[in-house]
């Protein structure tokens, strides 16, 4: 079958990351062991993205995360996690500065109609990352 | 007979080697075209290839083909000869049924309403919403939660709108199967001096249609659902009906389409329709009973999964099921890396952005909308194709549910929550 010049609905990375997603939560228990939590999206248009961060000296270096959508959401969290965790993770400002193009980029592109799936990943992740923010700042002034 | 050993080739399935890996569970989609019917059709590709309205014995033969299938089918419709119009496909038969009746009130200076339902196929609603661009009124009923649409239903709006035109109201759901009770619905279409027009794409196959018996005034029937050709069509019009026509030329199909006749695709939809009409019973019985097994074992072998339309009243080879928690592409799509072909009411699939219609309309909510799957029966369908298919099911949901962020493995989810809420109050 040939979508868009390929031999599957989206392009081969996507493929990879939708079959054989990575880094995502497998046990709750996990949970604990993380800094910061952020949840995106509703059940109206059909996307919903949690993620996970544990942040060591301005670093993630560690990523669980959650999604119901289609196969590119899915794909693309997967996606985004390996691109927070490689080269033994990465800084938050640099993290910060991800966008939904970076993810659609890193899995070769994604249909048109599509994007507003990628583009809530990294929503997630300043979500998580200003969760773990104001629990950083909650626990100065306890101290 | 002559020797068309290539098109053998093609009816024995040789350029298909893997098929014997395929579970295709979408043939409401689209069917093949069944050997007998592409037989039948194929002289007329080659050297029987004549223009029906030629004047000469090649003309003639290919005239003829046209006119003995138009009799076939209207012995199966239990209609005249002259209230068979043959289309391009189920489409535009709608659209000559739907437009024609607008266009002939247009001509006479009027506009007037239409009556329809909310989980019709898109070539009835955007017809619909076409001719509104016109001054035409539109009324979309709201079907139960079964997708039955009830008689005071309808008549409470035949009677708020004394300027109707016409209704028109699908045998069966292409999406969760549900069958209308179209005697009913006509009778009482007609107690109002309305006419009735049915799409009956997806029930041609497995229900009656005997036009007189339901009280039906046009019916849209087409080929690809069928096991005959894609892009043939046909529409049964009760003669004292009249309709302005869509296509203009030459004198074809009773000056109502005009346009060279596909002279194989009509044979080939007449000889799909003679077989369809001998083999229902036995096959919808066959199919029937696939089927309940597909949805038992679903439902007890999946938690937290919902039966989309009714038990009862539903075409045999159509199980729509929504999975909570998961989406709809997703499940597609593991299911597609398995050989297993079905489709989706998710939005993810479609170019819109919104969820099944069909779905919405029976109240189902959003998130259900976009976790459902129809399986669609058909011919080649066997138990342990079936049996297969809930197997790999059952892997795939519990996987996609592990990484869902709508679900939840500790507490019951959401949509179960709140079932539990209701029924205790």
Same mark, same amino acid.
């Given at each position: 079958?040939?979508?868009?010049?390929?031999?599957?609905?989206?392009?081969?990375?996507?493929?990879?990351?939708?079959?054989?997603?990575?880094?995502?939560?497998?046990?709750?228990?996990?949970?604990?062991?993380?800094?910061?939590?952020?949840?995106?999206?509703?059940?109206?248009?059909?996307?919903?993205?949690?993620?996970?961060?544990?942040?060591?000296?301005?670093?993630?270096?560690?990523?669980?995360?959650?999604?119901?959508?289609?196969?590119?959401?899915?794909? /693309?969290?997967?996606?985004? /996690?390996?691109?927070?965790?490689?080269?033994?993770?990465?800084?938050?400002?640099?993290?910060?500065?991800?966008?939904?193009?970076?993810?659609?980029?890193?899995?070769?592109?994604?249909? /048109?109609?599509?994007?507003?799936?990628?583009?809530?990943?990294?929503?997630?992740?300043?979500?998580?990352?200003?969760?773990?923010?104001?629990?950083?700042?909650?626990?100065?002034?306890?101290? | 007979?002559?020797?068309?050993?290539?098109?053998?080739?093609?009816?024995?399935?040789?350029?298909?080697?893997?098929?014997?890996?395929?579970?295709?569970?979408?043939?409401?989609?689209?069917?093949?075209?069944?050997?007998? &019917?592409?037989?039948?059709?194929?002289?007329?590709?080659?050297?029987? #290839?004549?223009?029906?309205?030629? #004047?000469?014995?090649?003309?003639?033969?290919?005239?003829?083909? $046209?006119?003995?299938?138009?009799?076939?089918? &209207?012995?199966?419709?239990?209609?005249?000869?002259?209230?068979?119009?043959? =289309?391009?496909?189920?489409?535009?038969?709608?659209?000559?049924?739907?437009?024609?009746?607008?266009?002939?009130?247009?001509?006479?200076?009027?506009?007037?309403?239409?009556?329809?339902?909310?989980?019709?196929?898109?070539?009835?609603?955007?017809?619909?919403?076409?001719?509104?661009?016109?001054?035409?009124?539109?009324?979309?009923?709201?079907?139960?939660?079964?997708?039955?649409?009830? *008689?005071? =239903?309808?008549?409470?709006?035949?009677? %708020?709108?004394?300027?109707?035109?016409?209704?028109?109201?699908?045998?069966?759901?292409?999406?969760?199967?549900?069958?209308? @009770?179209?005697?009913?619905?006509?009778?009482?279409?007609?107690?109002?001096?309305?006419?009735?027009?049915? @799409?009956?794409?997806?029930? &041609?196959?497995? !229900?009656?249609? @005997?036009?007189?018996? !339901?009280?039906? @005034?046009?019916?849209?029937?087409?080929?690809?659902?069928?096991?005959? #050709?894609?892009?043939?069509?046909?529409?049964?019009?009760?003669? +004292?009906? $009249?309709? %302005?026509?869509?296509?203009?030329?030459?004198?074809?199909?009773?000056?109502?389409?005009?346009?060279? *006749?596909?002279?194989?695709?009509?044979?080939?939809?007449?000889?799909?329709?003679?077989?369809?009409?001998? *083999?229902?019973?036995?096959?919808?019985?066959?199919?029937?009973?696939?089927?309940?097994?597909?949805?038992?074992? $679903?439902?007890? *072998?999946?938690?937290?999964?919902?039966?989309?339309?009714?038990?009862?009243?539903?075409?045999?080879?159509?199980?729509?099921?929504?999975?909570?928690?998961?989406?709809?592409?997703?499940?597609?799509?593991?299911?597609?890396?398995?050989?297993?072909?079905?489709?989706?009411?998710?939005?993810?699939?479609?170019?819109?952005?919104?969820?099944?219609?069909?779905?919405?309309?029976?109240?189902?909510?959003?998130?259900?909308?976009?976790?459902?799957?129809?399986?669609?029966?058909?011919?080649?369908?066997?138990?342990?194709? $079936?049996?297969?298919?809930?197997? %790999?099911?059952?892997?795939?949901?519990? +996987?996609?549910?592990?990484?869902?962020?709508?679900?939840?493995?500790?507490?019951?989810?959401?949509?179960?929550?709140?079932?539990?809420?209701?029924?205790?109050?």
């Amino acid at each position: 079958m040939k979508v868009e010049g390929q031999d599957w609905f989206y392009t081969d990375k996507v493929k990879t990351h939708f079959l054989k997603p990575k880094n995502y939560l497998k046990n709750e228990k996990e949970v604990k062991k993380f800094d910061g939590y952020g949840r995106v999206g509703n059940m109206k248009c059909g996307d919903i993205m949690e993620m996970w961060i544990k942040i060591q000296k301005d670093k993630i270096v560690d990523v669980k995360w959650r999604t119901f959508g289609c196969a590119s959401a899915i794909a /693309s969290t997967s996606m985004l /996690s390996e691109m927070l965790t490689e080269k033994g993770g990465m800084k938050v400002d640099d993290a910060l500065r991800i966008r939904g193009k970076d993810i659609m980029d890193r899995l070769g592109g994604l249909p /048109s109609i599509k994007i507003h799936c990628s583009v809530l990943g990294d929503e997630a992740l300043r979500s998580a990352i200003k969760d773990y923010e104001s629990k950083k700042v909650s626990k100065t002034k306890t101290k | 007979m002559k020797n068309y050993s290539y098109v053998k080739c093609l009816i024995f399935g040789e350029l298909m080697p893997s098929k014997m890996s395929e579970k295709y569970l979408d043939f409401s989609a689209t069917t093949p075209t069944r050997k007998e &019917a592409l037989a039948e059709a194929t002289p007329f590709f080659l050297d029987k #290839f004549g223009n029906p309205s030629s #004047f000469h014995y090649k003309g003639l033969e290919a005239r003829k083909a $046209i006119e003995g299938a138009r009799e076939k089918i &209207a012995k199966i419709l239990n209609c005249d000869i002259k209230e068979v119009i043959f =289309t391009g496909s189920g489409t535009e038969s709608i659209n000559l049924a739907l437009k024609g009746i607008a266009f002939k009130a247009l001509l006479a200076g009027k506009r007037g309403t239409f009556i329809s339902q909310k989980t019709e196929h898109h070539a009835i609603l955007e017809s619909l919403h076409w001719t509104e661009k016109l001054g035409f009124k539109i009324v979309l009923l709201t079907p139960n939660k079964k997708g039955i649409i009830e *008689e005071e =239903t309808l008549r409470k709006a035949l009677q %708020e709108n004394p300027d109707t035109l016409l209704v028109s109201i699908m045998y069966a759901n292409n999406e969760i199967g549900t069958i209308q @009770d179209l005697k009913t619905l006509s009778k009482v279409s007609h107690e109002f001096g309305v006419p009735f027009h049915t @799409d009956a794409c997806q029930g &041609a196959e497995y !229900l009656n249609l @005997d036009v007189k018996e !339901l009280g039906i @005034d046009m019916m849209t029937i087409n080929g690809s659902k069928v096991y005959g #050709f894609k892009g043939t069509g046909l529409l049964f019009k009760k003669k +004292e009906l $009249i309709i %302005e026509p869509l296509i203009h030329g030459g004198a074809h199909e009773f000056h109502l389409r005009a346009g060279t *006749e596909n002279v194989p695709g009509i044979v080939a939809l007449a000889k799909a329709l003679e077989l369809a009409e001998k *083999e229902k019973q036995k096959e919808g019985k066959r199919l029937t009973q696939l089927r309940e097994h597909m949805i038992r074992r $679903i439902l007890k *072998e999946i938690p937290f999964t919902y039966l989309n339309g009714t038990e009862k009243q539903r075409l045999p080879n159509n199980a729509n099921i929504s999975f909570e928690g998961v989406e709809g592409e997703s499940i597609l799509l593991r299911l597609n890396e398995k050989g297993i072909f079905a489709s989706t009411g998710s939005a993810c699939a479609s170019q819109s952005l919104d969820p099944s219609h069909v779905l919405l309309g029976i109240g189902r909510s959003h998130g259900l909308a976009h976790g459902s799957i129809r399986f669609s029966l058909g011919k080649s369908t066997t138990k342990k194709q $079936i049996d297969f298919t809930v197997n %790999e099911l059952k892997k795939i949901i519990k +996987e996609l549910r592990q990484l869902s962020a709508a679900w939840n493995k500790n507490k019951k989810s959401g949509e179960a929550k709140l079932r539990k809420k209701k029924v205790r109050k």
